[in-house]
């Protein structure tokens, strides 16, 4: 999700040429020539749709959604549901909802998708809310048939959104870069309380710029917050903690009482650009950063220095959470400095077998319109790319994996305006199956 209002003029990019990487692949008999993998991965699926953004995943069903990057993009955003086939991982479309929004972002509480609502201008067809910011509740216990049923506002809307578990509890990311003097901190929407008229608590973060109107959130890193917000928070529940990637900094939060999350560290880094995502491995030691390269209204320069630190995910050890320790950084080897637009976006981690018992921790990530790739970080110090899928045309806004296949949402415009019509097609669900990665 990027941090720029610029960025909603990447529809305008969509159509740059994509080129092969430094690592060795290939376009393979059963592809098309335009798209460049390795080995490894395959595509075995795609449900073409326009400007797709965030995905999440509850059961067998998944919840994807698409943005309204122009007035004449909202027809085309809101939230597409699916089922998943529990044997092969292929997904059949059940139903789609056209309540317009900026990012669209989505999860699940139960049987509820909630969705993000940035600014008020792209909500404009759909009831309860139209015309505010903040949160969406979307009844999806008949997944064929969902229904907007309620609205939470919140203060700066919602750029993304995180559900906690099965508090019913959601965590809203949003802030307002054009006020520097504009409350700083998150909202907290209950929707398992009331999913028609979701309870909403704000949290200031206890910076120079408090208000004094909320409460302040309660803070034991010892490091005054500098964070406008948070733009995406992770989760380890296993640990009780939760990673707010918040612009300028990440904090780890203690969400023991996860109503009253307690900010425990923060991390800083000059080399990062913008603090976008955080996420951890499954064993909790290991936290992954991500960079969204000058948010991402500079993302073509992101490809300027390969394998350096642009557009790139940082790994920390945090087996003591108190003093996270930098080992390394990825970034996507080779680029065409002058044809993508190429940042690492969303992503997730998952795992392999790795021999004699042992388990070796990968992630999966986005990168525009770099492709998809897959990256070995059992050493932190030293993590390697492991796989990539780049289609020309496409651009991928995140990608994840979920029980033996992986899963990325590419927002390539459904209309030729201003953008090769070759590209047309190339936005919507993917599905990746990966050597060696099968859970089902």
């Known amino acids: 999700m990027s941090t720029w209002s610029g960025y909603r003029g ?5 159509a740059a040429i994509l080129v092969a990487t430094g690592i060795t692949g290939a376009a393979s008999a059963d592809e098309p020539s335009t798209v460049t993998h390795t080995d490894n991965i395959e595509r075995t699926d795609h449900d073409p749709f326009p400007y797709g953004t965030d995905i999440a995943f509850n ?12 007035a004449s993009a909202r027809k085309d955003s809101g939230v597409h549901i699916f089922k998943r086939d529990s044997q092969d991982g292929s997904l059949k479309r059940l139903s789609s909802l056209n309540c317009s929004a900026w990012h669209a972002d989505v999860d699940w509480v139960g049987d509820y998708i909630v969705q993000s609502h940035d600014t008020a201008e792209d909500n404009v067809n759909c009831a309860p809310g139209k015309g505010k910011e903040g949160v969406r509740v979307i009844d999806a216990k008949n997944p064929r048939s969902p229904r907007s049923v309620g609205f939470a506002e919140t203060i700066n809307g919602s750029h993304n959104l995180t559900a906690v578990g099965d508090t019913g509890l959601v965590y809203v990311s949003s802030y307002e870069l ?4 504009g409350l700083d901190g998150v909202s907290i929407v209950d929707v398992g309380a009331n999913p028609e008229n979701p309870p909403v608590k704000f949290l200031e973060f206890p910076d120079l710029e408090t208000s004094g109107e909320h409460q302040q959130m309660a803070n034991h890193s010892g490091t005054m917050p500098t964070s406008p917000g948070c733009h995406d928070i992770g989760l380890d529940l296993e640990h009780d903690r939760a990673f707010c990637a918040g612009i300028t900094e990440t904090m780890i939060w203690d969400i023991s009482d996860p109503r009253n999350p307690t900010i425990e560290t923060i991390i800083r880094n000059p080399d990062v650009s913008i603090h976008h995502g955080a996420q951890v491995n499954k064993s909790g030691d290991v936290l992954l950063v991500q960079d969204e390269w000058l948010g991402a209204a500079g993302a073509n320069s992101g490809c300027l220095a390969p394998n350096q630190p642009s557009g790139t995910i940082w790994f920390y050890d945090i087996s003591d959470p108190k003093n996270p320790e930098p080992k390394s950084y990825w970034s996507a080897p080779s680029p065409d400095p002058t044809a993508d637009f190429c940042t690492t976006h969303f992503f997730g981690t998952f795992q392999l077998p790795g ?3 042992t388990r070796r921790d990968l992630l999966v990530t986005s990168y525009y319109q770099h492709g998809v790739f897959v990256v070995d970080f059992s050493n932190p110090s030293s993590p ?15 990608a994840y994996p979920y029980r033996g296949r992986l899963y990325a949402n590419s927002f390539a415009p459904a209309t030729a305006t201003g ?3 070759a590209t047309a097609d190339k936005g919507g669900l993917w599905t990746f199956k990966l050597d060696g990665y099968g859970d089902y």
Not at 178 to 181: A, E, F, V
Not at 384 to 397: I, L, R
């Open 419 to 421: 953008t090769d019509p």
């Open 10 to 14: 990447l529809a305008a990019v969509a």
């Open 59 to 70: 059961d067998n069903l998944v919840a994807a959604g698409a943005g309204a990057w122009d």
């Open 384 to 398: 390697v790319t492991h796989a990539f899928y780049e289609p020309d045309g496409a651009n991928f806004w995140s």
């Open 355 to 357: 021999g004699d018992g």
């Open 178 to 181: 054009g006020d520097p003097t």
